[in-house]
């Protein structure tokens, strides 16, 4: 990936946070922590990974790698960050979201060669336009297909 | 910390071992999620990739580990989680899940707990690794 690529944003998105998805994560990853659980009016916590599901509120236009040629059989993910400042979002809330590349860079890889590296961060906002979560992906882009 | 109720360093979590891995879990965590890459679930579409056949969404075990982590020390508590990714999971395997409280900090006028955890595979290969953060 080209490192002029850095800094490329794309535009804000609105997500959602919806009890009935909550749950639906929840039991996808096979927790029964009853914090995670409401009926009608409650405003149960998402997951610590439920940022993970913001894709469905993103269109092409939302990605900031929209257009970027990529090798997807050759690109991993190589790690991923959830950040919270303060509990993680909850049933009802509102968030904006804008994501964009934030780091492009090479390393040596462990059999010779370079892997290039790609970090893409999602910050997500309040209704009083507060930051209160990041995602952060990093992708690697390999030489080879993984195995 | 004494008095607060949050474990001190070092006190690990009992492991959470968990069934073994089918593709059913797969795509139950990809239509949560959103994430629909054919790779994890059509064996066709992952053999002609190169793969012997589907494997592990490796989110669906980082939102494992991260339960895990918030049935402990608290889903409002959570402030930060960071996973890995290391070998990849297939199905069939059998994922251990651990944690262990590594540090506590005062950041902000908070108590702020570090804790480490990992995925482990049936042959003791590291399928991920995690780091949380956990307001006391």
């Known amino acids: 990936m080209d490192p002029s690529l850095e800094g490329r944003t794309a535009a804000p998105f609105t997500m959602v946070v919806e009890l009935g998805k909550i749950s639906e994560f929840a039991r996808a990853t096979k927790s029964t922590n009853p914090d995670y659980a409401g009926g009608p009016g409650d405003h149960p916590v998402s997951p610590g990974t439920f940022l993970a599901s913001a894709g469905f509120w993103q269109g092409p236009e939302h990605s900031p790698l929209a257009g970027v040629e990529l090798n997807w059989h050759r690109i991993l993910h190589g790690e991923q960050e959830f950040t919270f400042h303060g509990p993680p979002p909850r049933a009802g809330d509102v968030l904006t979201g804008v994501s964009r590349i934030d780091r492009v860079y090479e390393k040596a890889g462990k059999r010779g060669g370079a892997m290039n590296f790609a970090e893409t961060v999602t910050e997500f906002r309040n209704a009083a336009g507060e930051l209160v979560a990041e995602s952060r992906g990093t992708m690697i882009e390999t030489s080879q297909a993984a195995s | ?136």
């Open chain 2, 1 to 136: 910390m004494t008095g607060t109720g949050a474990p001190e360093v070092g006190t690990e979590r009992q492991p959470f071992v968990d069934t073994p891995l089918t593709v059913t879990d797969f795509v139950r965590y990809q239509g949560a999620s959103g994430d629909m890459n054919p790779i994890h679930h059509d064996t066709e579409f992952a053999k002609a990739a190169g793969y012997p056949g589907p494997f592990a969404v490796g989110m669906l075990q980082a939102g494992i580990l991260s339960t895990y982590a918030t049935d402990w020390l608290g889903a409002s508590k959570l402030r930060r989680f960071k996973v890995q990714f290391r070998e990849q999971a297939w199905p069939g395997d059998v994922l251990t899940y651990t944690g262990k409280v590594v540090g506590t900090r005062d950041e902000g006028g908070e108590t702020l707990l570090d804790v480490e955890l990992a995925c482990t595979r049936q042959t003791g290969g590291v399928h991920l690794k995690g780091w949380a953060t956990f307001a006391t």
